[in-house]
T-cell receptor, first 113, second 116 residues
Framework: AQSVTQLDSHVSVSEGTPVLLRCNYS??????LFWYVQHPNKGLQLLLK????ATLVKGINGFEAEFKKSETSFHLTKPSAHMSDAAEYFC???????????WGAGTKLIIKP | GAVVSQHPSRVICKSGTSVKIECRSL??????MFWYRQFPKQSLMLMAT?????????EQGVEKDKFLINHASLTLSTLTVTSAHPEDSSFYIC????????????FGPGTRLLVL
């Protein structure tokens, strides 16, 4: 069975400093992995996805994530946080059998001025 | 990019009434649509998966007679919460997938339901 664990429920960083949101997954086979962002009162937006191509995936708004099979991790990073990055972030793994999405619990990113 | 709309964005209803939520794919044909429920400060919970022209597949614990799903066309799916009760108050989100091989789902903005 596949599962996703987001290690931090809240992450607080100062504007202009790096962001690290951690995600570990469990999968029986090569997974597809996604990061989605949910801003207050807005729909979910796909930040980036990994589908067995390059292990370092670049997404929108300066975010990127690295797939590390040996560590079963897919952490999301950004070199410099912006106030507009404050939102809820979800790490998601896709079930290759039926393409259902399995969601992590979410990490709330707080940006301090 | 692919856009999914939901209507209404917010709805308040009295206990015992039924509420219909529409989900539309605006610029692509969605062979599969998904309905999720999100409780405050929690992750998304998949309720059901619907393929155009066939009956929806409900997740364990989701009452199919309570949450009626219709996917009558390639661009429209509806979720009807029948005889709504206060415990049905939640944020309902739909998503749509183009084709059967695609993994990427495109999400609607969500509908906030409050049952009084």
């Amino acid at each position: 069975a596949q599962s996703v664990t987001q290690l931090d429920s809240h992450v607080s960083v100062s504007e202009g400093t790096p962001v690290l949101l951690r995600c570990n997954y469990s999968s029986s086979y090569s997974p597809s992995l996604f990061w989605y962002v949910q801003h207050p009162n807005k729909g979910l937006q796909l930040l980036l996805k990994y589908t067995s191509a390059a292990t370092l995936v670049k997404g929108i708004n300066g975010f990127e994530a690295e797939f590390k099979k040996s560590e079963t991790s897919f952490h999301l990073t950004k070199p410099s946080a912006h106030m507009s990055d404050a939102a809820e972030y979800f790490c998601v793994v896709s079930d290759r059998g039926n393409y259902q999405l399995i969601w992590g619990a979410g990490t709330k990113l707080i940006i301090k001025p | 990019g692919a856009v999914v709309s939901q209507h209404p964005s917010r709805v308040i209803c009295k206990s015992g009434t039924s509420v219909k939520i529409e989900c539309r794919s605006l610029d692509f044909q969605a062979t599969t649509m998904f309905w999720y429920r999100q409780f405050p400060k929690q992750s998304l919970m998949l309720m059901a998966t619907s393929n155009e022209g066939s009956k929806a597949t409900y997740e364990q614990g989701v009452e199919k007679d309570k949450f009626l799903i219709n996917h009558a066309s390639l661009t429209l799916s509806t979720l009807t919460v029948t005889s709504a009760h206060p415990e049905d108050s939640s944020f309902y989100i739909c998503s749509a997938r183009e084709g059967t091989v695609q993994e990427t789902q495109y999400f609607g903005p969500g509908t906030r339901l409050l049952v009084l």
